[in-house]
């Protein structure tokens, strides 16, 4: 059936370090990627996604990269802060036109000051 | 706009106890869906719907019901609670056409215990 795996599960780096999320999918019709990060306590909240007509997204600290052949997205953030430090979900969509997303696992992500 | 809200934030039930989680949405999203929170497992499905009058099932969607009579709401119910069923419940909206886009709004959860 439809699913995403996210990896790594947990991620600690040092504060001004990179991090990267990766994810994989198995629609083959997916054609939206969105990422999500959700503070403590808090509600997932939308920070970047990517359309399968696009390789690549930036958006200041942030970027996503999409390999459609391989069914592989990523999500990369440069020169950290101790304000990234929360849960970072992928998903992708499914049913084309529906809006349904199936997500990722989840990576805990640890910035240290 | 008020967004996606959810109502109660807070519940604990005793197992075999009904209830209904509320869900509404005032941005005129076709798609409306919920989903379960537990550590380690990220957002698991349990139904969703595309439209008023149409529901489907998600990944997890045993021991829960849902109706969709008007596009605002989107209750979820719980027929016979079971501790299995202790997690944050969130709901989540979005347009479900690729010319406006798939952005999934989410409620502020609601968490449940069940004893």
Known sequence: ?113 | NAGVTQTPKFQVLKTGQSMTLQCAQDMNHEYMSWYRQDPGMGLRLIHYSVGAGITDQGEVPNGYNVSRSTTEDFPLRLLSAAPSQTSVYFCASSYSTRRVGYEQYFGPGTRLTVT
């Open chain 1, 1 to 113: 059936g439809e699913n995403v795996e996210q990896h790594p599960s947990t991620l600690s780096v040092q504060e001004g370090d990179s991090a990267v999320i990766k994810c994989t999918y198995s629609d083959s019709a997916s054609n939206y990627f969105p990422w999500y990060k959700q503070e403590l306590g808090k509600r997932p909240q939308l920070i970047i996604d990517i359309r399968s007509n696009v390789g690549e997204k930036k958006d200041q600290r942030i970027a996503v990269t999409l390999n459609k052949t391989a069914k592989h997205f990523s999500l990369h953030i440069t020169e950290t802060q101790p304000e990234d430090s929360a849960v970072y979900f992928c998903a992708a969509n499914t049913n084309s036109n529906t809006g349904k997303l199936i997500f990722g696992q989840g990576t805990t992500l640890q910035v240290k000051p």
